[in-house]
């Protein structure tokens, strides 16, 4: 018997296994192409042609229409519907701020007999959703609150500066002002300003209506639309111009997210029942805190008891300044923007040195572009 043993040959799986070609360069490239056309495809269809895409596009040309880039959301939603959209939200802020306040906030002063309970100021609670962060400032006594304006005419001042040169406790910027092409110097208010129970600024005439943000003689708030000769006779004391008034005699105004006028950094203003005054600083734009609606804010407010609610000049604006420090972080790339107002908590608000610096200015030869 032979003990030869027979020749071995590679096994058919050898040989594919050696002979097995690796893909070529251009075809990995040909198939990442072909899938990142088909997912963009996919993704574009989602984002115009399906309802929660629709809905996306929509909340993002929001955000841009509250940035200096508003005309970007036209390659969004189309120029028509862009301008269709801005109107529609000037009309719908117009209609929230005509209904008449029910006067649900109950200040009772003190009985004599009494010793009056020493309530804390000023508080400070940070606030957070989703996208946003900030903070909730809540103020005891609304009396303690006053308007304070730049203090040297053609260009308007931090409130860090108003809060320092004043001695003010507390700062929050205030209402709108004329910037255009978003390049404006912050010192030409948009409708009226009123400090002290003075008008110090005015563009509507006695009879021109206005929205506003304000405090009464009796430390309630004022929100909505009305004429500059009523809110005299009124009695308001301290105000400036901007909108929407959100919350109503306790009531939401804002129904949905959709209808939240986009995300970005905020500043509203807010009432209790008990006459305390809310004040929501959000930052937005950046990586810790995109920012928020005006529903996310109309919620918080809701949820701490708010019966009246407004908001005031946002975006870039948005700062809380308390002991002379910032306490938020501000959008702008170029830090705290220059404004012509800001609401500021003293504790002897009758004797702070607040100045009309508009007085014998012609408002209209005003230039707001420069500096």
């Given at each position: 018997?032979?003990?030869?043993?027979?020749?071995?040959?590679?096994?058919?799986?050898?040989?594919?296994?050696?002979?097995?070609?690796?893909?070529?360069?251009?075809?990995?490239?040909?198939y990442v192409i072909v899938v990142?056309?088909?997912?963009?495809?996919?993704?574009?269809?989602?984002?115009?042609?399906?309802e929660s895409g629709t809905s996306?596009?929509?909340?993002?040309?929001?955000?841009?229409?509250?940035?200096?880039?508003?005309?970007?959301?036209?390659?969004?939603?189309?120029?028509?519907?862009?301008?269709?959209?801005?109107?529609?939200?000037?009309?719908?802020?117009?209609?929230?701020?005509?209904?008449?306040?029910?006067?649900?906030?109950?200040?009772?002063?003190?009985?004599?007999?009494?010793?009056?309970?020493?309530?804390?100021?000023?508080?400070?609670?940070?606030?957070?959703?989703?996208?946003?962060?900030?903070?909730?400032?809540?103020?005891?006594?609304?009396?303690?609150?006053?308007?304070?304006?730049?203090?040297?005419?053609?260009?308007?001042?931090?409130?860090?500066?108003?809060?320092?040169?004043?001695?003010?406790?507390?700062?929050?910027?205030?209402?709108?002002?004329?910037?255009?092409?978003?390049?404006?110097?912050?010192?030409?208010?948009?409708?009226?300003?009123?400090?002290?129970?003075?008008?110090?600024?005015?563009?509507?005439?006695?009879?021109?209506?206005?929205?506003?943000?304000?405090?009464?003689?009796?430390?309630?708030?004022?929100?909505?639309?009305?004429?500059?000769?009523?809110?005299?006779?009124?009695?308001?004391?301290?105000?400036?111009?901007?909108?929407?008034?959100?919350?109503?005699?306790?009531?939401?105004?804002?129904?949905?997210?959709?209808?939240?006028?986009?995300?970005?950094?905020?500043?509203?203003?807010?009432?209790?029942?008990?006459?305390?005054?809310?004040?929501?600083?959000?930052?937005?734009?950046?990586?810790?805190?995109?920012?928020?609606?005006?529903?996310?804010?109309?919620?918080?407010?809701?949820?701490?008891?708010?019966?009246?609610?407004?908001?005031?000049?946002?975006?870039?604006?948005?700062?809380?300044?308390?002991?002379?420090?910032?306490?938020?972080?501000?959008?702008?790339?170029?830090?705290?923007?220059?404004?012509?107002?800001?609401?500021?908590?003293?504790?002897?608000?009758?004797?702070?040195?607040?100045?009309?610096?508009?007085?014998?200015?012609?408002?209209?030869?005003?230039?707001?572009?420069?500096?």
């Amino acid at each position: 018997m032979s003990t030869q043993q027979p020749a071995m040959h590679p096994t058919p799986s050898r040989k594919l296994r050696g002979k097995r070609k690796r893909s070529s360069p251009i075809k990995i490239m040909l198939y990442v192409i072909v899938v990142g056309t088909l997912l963009s495809v996919a993704g574009l269809i989602w984002f115009f042609l399906t309802e929660s895409g629709t809905s996306v596009r929509y909340m993002m040309a929001d955000t841009l229409i509250t940035t200096q880039h508003r005309d970007w959301a036209k390659y969004l939603i189309g120029s028509e519907e862009l301008q269709t959209r801005v109107e529609n939200y000037w009309k719908k802020f117009e209609e929230m701020g005509e209904e008449k306040d029910k006067g649900l906030v109950e200040i009772k002063p003190e009985p004599s007999t009494k010793v009056p309970v020493k309530k804390e100021l000023v508080k400070i609670d940070p606030i957070s959703g989703k996208n946003f962060k900030g903070y909730l400032v809540t103020i005891s006594d609304p009396k303690k609150l006053r308007i304070a304006v730049p203090n040297k005419v053609g260009k308007g001042e931090k409130v860090t500066s108003m809060v320092k040169r004043t001695g003010a406790i507390l700062g929050v910027n205030g209402g709108g002002f004329i910037d255009p092409e978003w390049k404006g110097n912050g010192f030409q208010p948009e409708g009226v300003v009123i400090s002290g129970g003075k008008i110090f600024y005015n563009d509507r005439g006695a009879n021109g209506s206005v929205q506003v943000v304000g405090i009464d003689k009796d430390g309630r708030m004022i929100a909505g639309k009305y004429k500059v000769s009523e809110l005299l006779s009124m009695g308001v004391k301290e105000a400036v111009s901007f909108s929407p008034r959100f919350i109503v005699n306790g009531v939401g105004q804002i129904k949905s997210q959709a209808d939240g006028w986009g995300i970005a950094p905020r500043t509203c203003m807010a009432q209790t029942k008990d006459g305390s005054i809310l004040f929501a600083v959000i930052d937005g734009r950046q990586t810790h805190s995109i920012g928020a609606t005006l529903y996310d804010v109309q919620k918080i407010f809701l949820e701490h008891g708010a019966v009246t609610a407004a908001n005031l000049d946002g975006g870039s604006s948005s700062v809380l300044v308390h002991n002379n420090e910032i306490v938020n972080q501000p959008s702008s790339e170029y830090g705290e923007r220059y404004l012509p107002t800001a609401w500021l908590v003293f504790d002897d608000p009758e004797h702070a040195q607040i100045n009309n610096i508009w007085e014998g200015l012609d408002i209209s030869k005003i230039d707001p572009s420069k500096w």
